[in-house]
């Protein structure tokens, strides 16, 4: 297969933003949470995670319409003690109850040093590094996990169980940027996938298997698999011991422990969105913890030590052809320098998707700018 | 290069329990605190983990003499706020203010639901997990995680920047086992490549790096080069972005700042244990976590579905070739079953290092069961 061309065209930041508001607000969300929603899917996409935000505004709409998810998030608290509360979000939207969740950490961490908030019963929450950025942006640690419906295979298996269960983790710092790493347990998500596929691209090898465990690279086949659970993607470290495949996996399963185990929530085939091939709501789990730095050491102290371990990276010896060493978080705010600038990229098939939306909607201001 | 024969002899746990102590009290460890050090090392040696257990006793007798650990361990408490306290370890045995930190992280998360202790200027610690299980023997998740001197690549690098960096995490279920993930997010450690040195076999590619980026396999280069900072262990996912390997060493540098920039410690090439020729102590940090299972739901119900989890896991589909699905935990519990029947085996290399303590001790005890 050849890589094929992919026609692009830019929009601007408040165009997007305004379309991803109003499509949220005509769904029935309440205002102030619309703004909850919008901010974090633009804030994708102002990283230059494109499968994540406007792109992910379709699967949103479908749902909420399908009404597998409730676009009134109604938050029932379970448990409340010191440090710690467990929210059941009543499949309300993942944003919504995620913001509110972390914000709850970020108060209890406050007071007693540390805040978590276990939440079940939510649905995609975005990038899970919007709600880790929420507490470095107020001089905290922010950690956050989710389970995700089944799509990765254990080490020496070949059966979805785990999902894509990403880790996503912030660190203020003295650089102009902060430390954020966010990303799943996975080699690659199905996003990754779609992207090959628009491409006409192969698929590398080591992401994906099939279900007699070789590797598949036709990203057409693998997401025709992945829908008949007869594909699955590889963890971290990839399919052998050898390469590290197991810790991959365990960094998953603890995930899943996280984002399940803690609010005897739903996990692993329970959170496939399909029962008897009706849809349901998805049921996902998620965990935040928030760590204030000042209860540990003094702030300025800590930017400095976090920023000196991001240079002493970046200033390390380079491999031959590599002219630069990137920490986490870097490529993101580099991408959203440029894309603050120059637009968000938006293709053809998601043109034709943000225009099924406008139409379905009637949203007569968005037609003049998307059409 | 063939893969040789390596001798091997087992001993009675008891055995080699002892030996590990009478060397660590001969060496002036106080009694009390001994008994933590032979117990996380014997533990080690039950999971099966030689790399970590009576195999490292050598190397903390040399640190001992060579005045680099200070086998009396004082304790300064620098800061503590609620559920967090950060704790200078002084140079003293890691083992022992790991043990006293991590219970200190439980005692806050019984008060407060979370407890975290950073601690630094602290030494090797021997196997994380043994911190975790800790507190999953008292119905908590434990997380801990600490800085190694540095061995590891970032990706796009080829310089030795970060340390193995290992993450550990315990859960309590209703298996005959609980879960216990203990992996470093290095793809391997020196250990490995000095069984790989005594066997005479072949390192696999994607291990180890040379300062041209080239794949290194000739284990006794390697150790060589190690100590040359001319080779670098590979992050989980190895050396391209496309296998995910900035995952791993994303990771890595989590652990990093978890482990130096919370404590105002000392980190990358601070941790080489050498200044300008001499050897200098280590200055490690570790991180500990404690969270109480009973404050986010009922404890029952968080053992069970873990215990689904892990057991669902097991279950699932297997690969062709291969007869068993793994969860974290299970291999090492396997391997203590069969330890605790047939004893710990002691290869030649590590007997004559074991005589070498046994001779220069006096211990007479031990000459007759180690000659």
Redesign the interface.
């Known amino acids: 297969m050849n890589k094929g061309l992919v026609k692009m065209k830019k929009f601007a930041v408040d165009d997007v933003y305004n379309l991803i508001f109003d499509v949220f607000l005509v769904l029935g969300i309440p205002a102030d949470e619309v703004k909850i929603c919008a901010d974090v899917l633009i804030e994708s996409d102002l990283r230059g995670i494109e499968s994540h935000g406007v792109g992910r505004l379709k699967m949103y709409y479908d749902r909420i319409r399908d009404g597998i998810i409730n676009p009134i998030t109604k938050i029932t608290k ?2 409340d ?4 509360a ?1 929210w059941d979000g009543n499949n309300g939207m993942g944003q919504v109850v995620s913001f509110h969740a972390m914000n709850e950490a970020i108060q209890k961490a406050k ?6 908030v ?1 939440v079940r019963n939510s649905n995609h929450y975005g990038i899970a590094g919007y709600f880790t950025k929420m507490a470095s942006d107020q001089n905290m ?1 922010g950690l956050t996990v989710t389970n995700a419906r089944p799509s990765m ?7 979805p ?2 999902g894509t269960n990403p ?1 996503a ?1 912030s ?1 203020p710092s003295d650089c102009e940027f902060d ?1 954020l ?1 966010d ?3 996975s ?2 998500q199905r996003g990754k996938i779609e992207v090959k596929a628009r491409e006409n691209a192969e698929v ?1 090898k ?1 992401w994906v ?1 099939d ?3 070789e590797y598949m690279t036709d990203p057409q086949q693998i997401l025709k698999n992945l829908v008949s659970q007869t594909a699955s993607f590889l963890p ?4 052998e011991e ?3 495949g ?3 996996y ?2 998953a ?2 995930v ?3 984002s ?6 739903s ?3 329970q959170l496939s969105g399909s029962e008897g091939g009706k849809k349901v709501p998805y049921k996902l789990g998620h965990f935040f913890l928030a ?3 000042s ?4 702030l300025n ?2 930017k400095h ?2 920023g ?2 991001m240079r ?2 970046q200033n ?5 052809g ?1 002219d ?5 978080g870097e490529k993101e705010y580099l991408k959203g320098v440029q894309i603050r600038k120059n637009g968000i990229p938006i293709n053809d098939a998601l043109l034709k998707n943000i225009n099924i939306m406008i139409d379905e909607l009637r949203l007569e201001k968005q037609k003049k700018v998307f059409r």
């Open positions: 379970i448990r003690h010191a440090a710690i467990t007071k007693y040093g540390l805040g978590s276990a640690i295979a254990p080490t020496n298996g070949v059966e169980m785990l880790i983790f660190a430390f790493f990303g799943a347990t080699i690659i590398p080591n298997i279900n007699k465990a971290i470290g990839g399919m050898i390469s590290g197991h810790k991959g365990g960094l399963t603890i899943e422990i996280l399940a185990s803690l609010q005897t929530g996990f692993m085939h760590m204030d730095i209860a540990f050491t003094d102290n800590f030590t976090t000196e371990i002493q990276l390390s010896a380079k491999a031959p590599k630069r060493v990137y920490v986490a």
